[in-house]
């Protein structure tokens, strides 16, 4: 056999898609394989594969393994004289794959071979021909003098700005989206390095071809085209922390001769200067919205204080006070979520505007030289009431960022009954909800138009790829364990719970309604999990622990409170303090249900409610409104009535 193409994907499947018709094409008349690795992926991938292109040979992991395991997969298995290591979110020419196999034959020194790659946009994609990153290549890209100077050959070696794109010549490394591989030659060097998971490999591998005198060729005589990115933005991890950590490694694998010298030192510390400065570019990127939200509460403030005295002069009485007052507001608008939305909601604006005002009134109760500033507190709460929500609509109106289709949203349940709430949602509120499909118990077969997104285990992973806001439950169907395994995880990630109830049964608990035509919509906020609820709750629990070990120390000379359970109680009180438990909770046995929860309560609803008998649904029911309405009364009240029987 001439040629093995391997293509590794992950929830690219659009993308898979034309690159697999592209290559029907430019393999006609080639005796050839192609092997598809599958990453797991939750977007119909696989269907789409073995619907549309059966003569596709693919493997389908059960998790995501990494570019270079997956790639590695599939050599192992290919029959080709020729490799050819190629993205997913490319296309070929129909003559490609003919002129490269050509130039191989008739060159047989040659490894490796790239070809010219294109954006999208028909602009030269830089990374097709660019040299091994040496610490003072490195050095030369990491500090920007390489785009600075891109046509010197001291400081433009990194992507070889300074050659002639329309010439061939050999380089010393190419694009990993696009590798034309002599099988003897791999043989001879290897397969990709697994502790690259994503960046970084395809360097790691033309070093070790050029280490082995085989050369690599950049030849312009065809031509792909690469949407550099898509495969890329749909990896669940931090790109950016993974292709910094690749660099490192690929340091550390080849340099470590100059582990103590000067230019190791000065390459590790370009990698992390870049590293951290990309973080904080990201940062920047995201801090938008608060540093704009600061400087309109700056500046109203700003205006109250003027307003009040007539002069500035005043503002060292505030040096402390004021950034306090700042601090407090953006606080109380992330709590309320004014970063997690892109729609406007008034609401929502107002709230956590009152919210941020009446703390910071009280602040004056407890700083009483503060006090007169009540009223700037006072025309600041109404100016913000006014301003911030113009700010936001015409932050949203130039950034491009306001939309009215609603928040992306996923139904949940058995296909049949989701498909119809999914139907009723669109009709009923159109411009708060947009779903993007529906995920059920099953493993269904989907085609290239079925709402089925994927299945429960894939839950998580769609949120990601999909850019998830809500979660929408049909009721009849709604399996309360699975949805407890995850709650953790969904609360980590700002993912919304609404319900559609039909049968209430195990649904217990307090909740806002909308309405949904015959049917309702309830929202579950499962505040247990926040980070302040957690906050809050271990203050709780050493407060209580306190109280219950006076109280006991008491009850105790009475005979009832000796019995097996409250001596097991006061034993374990020590250990509250410490940490290792909570003083109410959820039963030790019911914690494993929930995927990153390790403490469980040494009292529960179950201690004052009198069926002992109960199945699992009846436990269920009561984890969920011990999840749903968790406060320091509701445990006080637990705690009490525990005591008192």
């Not at 411009?431 to 499909?437: A, K, M, R, T």
């Not at 409250?566 to 290792?580: P, T």
Request: aromatic content about 12%; proline content about 3%; charged content about 20%.
């Amino acid at each position: 056999m001439k040629l093995s193409v391997i293509i590794v994907n992950y929830n690219v499947k659009s993308f898979l898609r034309q690159a697999l018709i592209s290559l029907e094409s430019a393999l006609n008349d080639i005796e050839s394989e192609i092997w598809v690795v599958d990453n797991h992926s939750v977007d119909g991938s696989i269907a789409m594969l073995d619907s549309e292109f059966p003569s596709v040979n693919v493997i389908a992991n059960k998790d995501n393994v990494g570019f270079s395991k997956a790639n590695n997969q599939a050599i192992k298995l290919g029959k080709g004289q020729y490799v050819w290591v190629l993205n997913p979110d490319t296309l070929v020419e129909n003559n490609t794959a003919r002129i490269l196999i050509d130039i191989m034959d008739k060159n047989p020194s040659i490894g490796m071979l790239g070809s010219k790659i294109l954006n999208h946009d028909g602009s030269l994609q830089l990374a097709c021909r660019r040299s091994i990153p040496t610490p003072w290549v490195a050095f030369t890209k990491l500090s920007g003098l390489a785009s600075l100077f891109p046509k010197s050959k001291i400081f433009g070696r990194y992507n070889l700005t300074f050659l002639n794109p329309e010439d061939e010549y050999e380089v010393e490394a190419i694009s990993g989206s696009n590798m034309f591989v002599r099988k003897s030659a791999l043989d001879e060097v290897g397969v990709f390095d697994e502790r690259f998971f994503m960046y970084g490999e395809d360097l790691d591998w033309c070093y070790r071809f050029t280490q082995a005198s085989w050369k690599i060729v950049y030849t312009p005589k065809t031509q792909i085209i690469h949407y550099k990115g898509e495969a890329s933005n749909a990896v669940k991890f931090d790109a950016l922390t993974n292709f910094y950590h690749a660099m490192e490694l690929f340091a550390d694998k080849h340099y470590s001769r100059l582990s103590k010298g000067p230019l190791r030192l000065l390459l590790k510390m370009g990698i992390w200067f870049r590293y951290f400065s990309s973080l904080i570019g990201n940062l920047a990127k995201q801090s938008t919205l608060p540093i704009l939200d600061a400087i309109s509460l700056l500046s109203i403030t700003l205006i109250a204080i003027y307003l009040k005295f007539h002069t500035f002069e005043v503002l060292n009485n505030y040096a402390f006070i004021l950034p306090l007052y700042l601090l407090i507001w953006l606080i109380s608008f992330g709590i309320i979520g004014l970063y997690q939305k892109s729609k406007i909601s008034i609401g929502r604006i107002f709230t956590a505007i009152t919210l941020g005002f009446l703390v910071n009134v009280s602040l004056t109760y407890f700083f009483k030289q503060y006090a007169f500033s009540r009223f700037v507190m006072a025309v600041s709460f109404a100016g913000s009431l006014f301003w911030i929500p113009i700010s936001r609509f015409i932050y949203q109106k130039v950034s491009g960022k306001h939309r009215l289709e609603g928040e992306k949203s996923i139904v949940i349940g058995d296909e049949t009954t989701a498909n119809k709430i999914a139907q009723k949602i669109k009709d009923s509120f159109p411009f708060d909800y947009q779903i993007v499909g529906i995920v059920t118990p099953s493993k269904s077969i989907k085609s290239r138009n079925d709402p089925v997104l994927g299945h429960y285990e894939d839950i998580v992973e769609l949120i990601l790829l999909h850019r998830i806001e809500y979660l929408i439950f049909e009721s009849d169907h709604l399996d309360l364990k699975w949805l407890f395994s995850i709650l953790p995880t969904l609360t980590k990630m700002g993912v919304k719970i609404r319900l559609v109830p039909g049968n209430l049964s195990v649904i217990i608990g307090k909740s806002s309604v909308e309405e949904l035509q015959q049917g309702q919509l309830i929202h579950m906020d499962y505040k247990y999990f926040h980070p302040l609820t957690q906050m809050g709750k271990r203050i709780e629990d050493l407060l209580l622990t306190i109280v219950l070990k006076c109280v006991l120390l008491f009850l105790f000379s009475n005979t009832r409170f000796k019995t097996d359970r409250w001596i097991e109680i006061k034993s374990k009180l020590n250990d509250v303090i410490r940490g290792e438990f909570n003083l109410i909770g959820l039963p030790k046995d019911m914690i494993q249900e929930f995927q990153g929860l390790n403490k469980s309560g040494l009292l529960s609803l179950e201690d004052i409610t009198p069926n002992m008998n109960r199945n699992e649904s009846e436990r269920l029911a009561l984890v969920n409104f011990y999840l749903k309405n968790q406060s320091i009364f509701l445990d006080l009240e637990i705690m009490l009535k525990a005591i008192t029987g």
